[in-house]
């Protein structure tokens, strides 16, 4: 694969997002085609939904939760998906455990790999409509994108992975991350792929981290 | 002031809102001078969002249920409002009570003064930061929009016009509204002040009402 070489010296937009999580979809399939036109460089930020929605009072997705907002977030979905020309199916499970691709992704997080593999797994789960937790799967995603899948898939359930991916989501809980997707810029945060230009804007006017 | 006729034969966009609601607000402020060059007539729906909220199992807003979406959503709202060019000053009291002011507004959407009037009340709540539900500050809203005031605000406080919004209300949760701003075209549903542009531009291709 062609692979881009970034400068250290770029401003950095960090993207945190969730493999579960449909309007991250949007943002992982875009994220790139924006970000490096406009000199910026993506710090990949996987992290998980469940404990942040947890902490909130929520045992499960809003979009579960209040079937009105529910109903309506496919619909919506559809559309954004048309504007963007994006393929889009809607799950027939909601939403999707995502345990191991998430850890693949944050050992992954600063390889030149990292974005094909997230479109990848995003496609299993909003196109293929597939089981993205199934280590197959997971495999499949990676195959042709690494030299060594079972090393990698080895590495991603490592103790030491693990312990990171928890360590990341509680930053996520401590930086007053609440969704996904959301972009940081240092402490300004945009939440949502409504607000990913904006933050992709904000960010290539920033000083270089 | 200077009334646009509105013919009959245009596509008809629902605006369903509320004056408590800040999203509601930039909405308020913007939507004329969208809809109007794109030839899509507003029909302006207030609703409460206080029945709706408890239907979803919600005793308040999700803004101050939810502290860590609370902090972003004020940070969101100084940005979109600069975006816009619009005032904005975060409310010492949220989310205000707004039933009058609501009241008013079912009684005049349907006249050439709602929106100044909707627009005069949005600027008390979330520039000016005083009470909206206060007579005194709504009859100011009024005053130089309407002949009579007073009787605007009598026949706001009516036993009809009382059940009409308690109906409307009703409406919106039928409907499968679920907050604020909601925008309607036959049973499409855009939520969001983010999804105002795409919901003129899909009332546009749609036919007359």
């Excluded at 998980?48 to 496919?74: C, Q, T």
């Excluded at 030491?160 to 930086?175: E, M, S, Y």
Aim: glycine share 6%; hydrophobic share 45%; net charge neutral.
């Amino acid at each position: 694969m062609h692979v881009e070489s970034q400068s250290n010296d770029q401003p950095v937009l960090e993207f945190w997002f969730e493999f579960g999580s449909n309007y991250s979809y949007l943002s992982v399939m875009r994220i790139e085609s924006l970000a490096q036109p406009a000199g910026v460089t993506v710090a990949w930020k996987p992290f998980l939904l469940g404990p942040i929605f947890r902490e909130l009072g929520m045992h499960d997705s809003p979009f579960v939760l209040n079937p009105a907002k529910g109903r309506y977030v496919w619909r919506d979905m559809e559309r954004q998906a048309k504007k963007y020309a994006l393929e889009f199916r809607k799950p027939s499970q909601f939403p999707r455990i995502a345990l191991l691709p998430m850890r693949v992704a944050l050992l992954g997080a600063d390889q030149s790999w990292i974005s094909a593999f997230c479109k990848r797994v995003m496609l299993q789960n909003f196109v293929d409509d597939i089981d993205i937790k199934d280590i197959a799967n997971v495999r499949r995603a990676l195959t042709g994108l690494v030299h060594d899948p079972d090393a990698i898939l080895a590495g991603a359930q490592g103790d030491d992975n693990k312990q990171r991916l928890r360590t990341q989501t509680g930053d996520a809980l401590r930086r007053g991350l609440f969704g996904a997707p959301t972009f940081l810029v240092g402490d300004e945060m945009f939440w949502g792929d409504d607000r990913m230009e904006e933050a992709i804007t904000f960010a290539a006017k920033s000083t270089p981290a």
